[in-house]
């Protein structure tokens, strides 16, 4: 289809824009080069349709409230490819923001809904050649911007230890499924959290991988330089076995080094950890305002345990991690507003993998139905650009220069210890909000829970988190942080933990 030509009316706002002041004989010249350079649009749209995927025919259903009672699936799928591989008869369930072709994808939002993909994910792609089922689409939050589980527009998730709470999220229906026991491995995002935070809420097994090591592509992206993808298991050995199907270069996607070489992650758990060195993060534990010490007390417990292993444990203080959640906030903040907003979720100006029909869609559907968006993302949408109108993006450029310096931090930890660790959240799962509840509730129960774990995104580094254990008959996490694309030792180390304590705890109802 010809892409529709200005009027003058319209080029003059462009031009108003850029603060340009055009008079009508400027517009009128102008006009007609512009007629002319969009000659090259009408073709690229001729090009593109030739190649252009469609949508396979792949079955999918609602599922009914009754048989939905934790508010978890968004559809059910029963798609397999028939090969013989490592995830053979197992049932996976997809966060909502990464595609299965032919499958609608909502992201939790307004904004997406009716939208189907006409490509699989690479992640998705990964499972199904190695043998897995794919049962469904999880329910997510709002395009992703909450750490709490009260967003979607399809309605809250509820926490399989008590349905009353949160699960967590942004990856909440995933983490409810895994620790419900209706799926047995699922696939999460995690750009402040988002894998770790629903783990530590339900008592699941949450491993964000080195930024980088997992391939976005096919995933509804947030900001380019903290989206991640990741295994949400009920066990560490499922978590290994996931990341070694996942992991490794797709050459679609740019936010992957070229040379990114996978480990064996199953074979490196029984490698043995007598003899590793464990930094407890002072930092992580006693965060004013916000940490639970009956919280801290567990994870504490948690990581002397390692002891008994022949692990080394000791206290180590890495002062930036304090500052890592103010860095975080700006660079996702701006980033978001700029990229997931105003660039219809993939921005430009990077070599990789796009889906227009995903830009189009949800870039229409955005600005008619922006009042039905989350309180989270209208915050983010108001305060970055204020900040971007007004301060023309500096502060993202400190932010992300500030960067370094957290990941140094971290990184000269690491030098002296195999591994960091440290409580995945500050307390434990919190009460759903309701509409009863006021706007400033609704937005601290969403992103008040991220002090540890969102600084990891900004640095890259692998974390997973995994049960310590319960305060209060609700789940703890502990989260373990390793040097950047070593995953296989954090692995390790949370594998030797749950041998330790012979295995998680499940909710009642699994």
Same mark, same amino acid.
């Given at each position: 289809?010809?892409?529709?030509?200005?009027?003058?009316?319209?080029?003059?706002?462009?031009?108003?824009?850029?603060?340009?002041?055009?008079?009508?004989?400027?517009?009128?010249?102008?006009?007609?080069?512009?007629?002319?350079?969009?000659?090259?649009?009408?073709?690229?749209?001729?090009?593109?349709?030739?190649?252009?995927?469609?949508?396979?025919?792949?079955?999918?259903?609602?599922?009914?409230?009754?048989?939905?009672?934790?508010?978890? $699936?968004?559809?059910? *799928?029963?798609?397999?490819?028939?090969?013989?591989?490592?995830?053979?008869?197992?049932?996976?369930?997809?966060?909502?923001?990464?595609?299965?072709?032919?499958?609608?994808?909502?992201?939790?939002?307004?904004?997406?809904?009716?939208?189907?993909?006409?490509?699989?994910?690479?992640?998705?792609?990964?499972?199904?050649?190695?043998?897995?089922?794919?049962?469904?689409?999880?329910? /997510?939050?709002?395009? /992703?911007?909450?750490?709490?589980?009260? *967003?979607?527009?399809?309605?809250?998730?509820?926490?399989?230890?008590?349905?009353?709470?949160?699960?967590?999220?942004?990856?909440?229906?995933?983490?409810?499924?895994?620790?419900?026991?209706?799926?047995?491995?699922?696939?999460?995002?995690?750009?402040?959290?988002?894998?770790?935070?629903?783990?530590?809420? /339900?008592?699941?097994?949450?491993?964000?991988?080195?930024?980088?090591?997992?391939?976005?592509?096919?995933?509804?992206?947030?900001?380019?330089?903290?989206?991640?993808?990741?295994?949400?298991?009920?066990?560490?050995?499922?978590?290994?076995?996931?990341?070694?199907?996942?992991?490794?270069?797709?050459?679609?996607?740019?936010?992957?080094?070229?040379?990114?070489?996978?480990?064996?992650?199953?074979?490196?758990?029984?490698?043995?950890?007598?003899?590793?060195?464990?930094?407890?993060?002072?930092?992580?534990?006693?965060?004013?305002?916000?940490?639970?010490?009956?919280?801290?007390?567990?994870?504490?417990?948690?990581?002397?345990?390692?002891?008994?292993?022949?692990?080394?444990?000791?206290?180590?203080?890495?002062?930036?991690?304090?500052?890592?959640?103010?860095? $975080?906030?700006?660079?996702?903040?701006?980033?978001?507003?700029?990229?997931?907003?105003?660039?219809?979720?993939?921005?430009?100006?990077?070599?990789?993998?796009?889906?227009?029909?995903?830009?189009?869609?949800?870039?229409?559907?955005?600005?008619?139905?922006?009042?039905?968006?989350?309180?989270?993302?209208?915050?983010?949408?108001?305060?970055?650009?204020?900040?971007?109108?007004?301060?023309?993006?500096?502060?993202?450029?400190?932010?992300?220069?500030?960067?370094?310096?957290?990941?140094?931090?971290?990184?000269?930890?690491?030098?002296?210890?195999?591994?960091?660790?440290?409580?995945?959240?500050?307390?434990?799962?919190?009460?759903?909000?309701?509409?009863?509840?006021?706007?400033?509730?609704? #937005?601290?129960?969403?992103?008040?829970?991220?002090?540890?774990?969102?600084?990891?995104?900004?640095?890259?580094?692998?974390?997973?988190?995994?049960?310590?254990?319960?305060?209060?008959?609700?789940?703890?996490?502990?989260?373990? #942080?390793?040097?950047?694309?070593?995953?296989?030792?954090?692995?390790? #180390?949370?594998?030797?933990?749950?041998?330790?304590?012979?295995?998680?705890?499940?909710?009642?109802?699994?």
């Amino acid at each position: 289809m010809p892409v529709q030509r200005p009027t003058p009316e319209q080029l003059r706002r462009s031009a108003e824009h850029y603060g340009l002041h055009l008079d009508a004989d400027a517009v009128e010249s102008f006009s007609a080069l512009v007629d002319a350079s969009l000659l090259s649009y009408d073709a690229v749209e001729e090009l593109y349709a030739v190649q252009s995927p469609r949508p396979p025919r792949r079955d999918h259903e609602k599922v009914a409230d009754a048989e939905n009672p934790l508010g978890a $699936w968004y559809v059910k *799928t029963d798609i397999a490819s028939g090969i013989d591989g490592p995830l053979s008869g197992r049932r996976v369930a997809i966060k909502d923001n990464i595609a299965v072709a032919g499958v609608p994808m909502m992201n939790g939002s307004r904004s997406l809904e009716g939208f189907v993909p006409s490509r699989d994910a690479t992640v998705v792609t990964r499972l199904l050649e190695a043998g897995a089922t794919i049962a469904g689409k999880a329910v /997510c939050e709002d395009l /992703c911007f909450s750490g709490a589980s009260h *967003t979607s527009a399809t309605g809250p998730v509820r926490n399989p230890w008590d349905p009353a709470r949160t699960s967590g999220g942004s990856s909440s229906g995933s983490a409810a499924l895994v620790a419900a026991g209706e799926v047995d491995l699922a696939i999460g995002g995690d750009q402040g959290g988002s894998v770790r935070i629903p783990s530590s809420f /339900c008592g699941t097994v949450g491993h964000k991988p080195t930024h980088g090591l997992v391939p976005y592509t096919g995933a509804f992206p947030i900001e380019l330089t903290i989206d991640h993808l990741g295994p949400i298991t009920s066990t560490v050995a499922d978590a290994a076995l996931m990341l070694s199907v996942l992991a490794g270069t797709d050459g679609h996607d740019p936010r992957q080094p070229a040379d990114v070489r996978p480990q064996d992650y199953v074979a490196a758990l029984d490698s043995g950890v007598a003899g590793l060195r464990v930094g407890v993060v002072d930092e992580g534990f006693g965060i004013p305002g916000l940490s639970d010490p009956a919280v801290d007390e567990v994870v504490r417990a948690a990581v002397a345990r390692l002891g008994e292993a022949g692990m080394e444990v000791s206290t180590v203080s890495v002062p930036w991690h304090r500052h890592g959640l103010h860095i $975080w906030n700006v660079v996702a903040t701006e980033g978001a507003a700029y990229q997931m907003l105003d660039g219809n979720g993939y921005g430009l100006n990077w070599d990789g993998s796009y889906d227009p029909e995903l830009m189009a869609h949800y870039g229409r559907n955005r600005v008619e139905r922006a009042d039905q968006l989350s309180e989270t993302v209208k915050l983010v949408a108001m305060c970055g650009h204020y900040s971007l109108t007004n301060y023309q993006g500096r502060h993202y450029a400190m932010a992300r220069n500030l960067a370094n310096s957290l990941r140094e931090d971290y990184d000269s930890a690491l030098r002296s210890f195999d591994v960091l660790a440290m409580p995945t959240l500050p307390y434990t799962a919190t009460p759903l909000v309701t509409e009863q509840d006021s706007r400033e509730t609704y #937005v601290e129960r969403a992103l008040t829970m991220i002090a540890n774990t969102a600084p990891l995104d900004v640095s890259g580094h692998p974390a997973i988190s995994v049960p310590a254990g319960l305060s209060e008959g609700l789940p703890v996490g502990l989260m373990l #942080v390793g040097k950047r694309f070593d995953d296989a030792t954090p692995l390790r #180390v949370a594998h030797a933990f749950e041998q330790l304590v012979g295995g998680f705890p499940k909710p009642s109802r699994a």
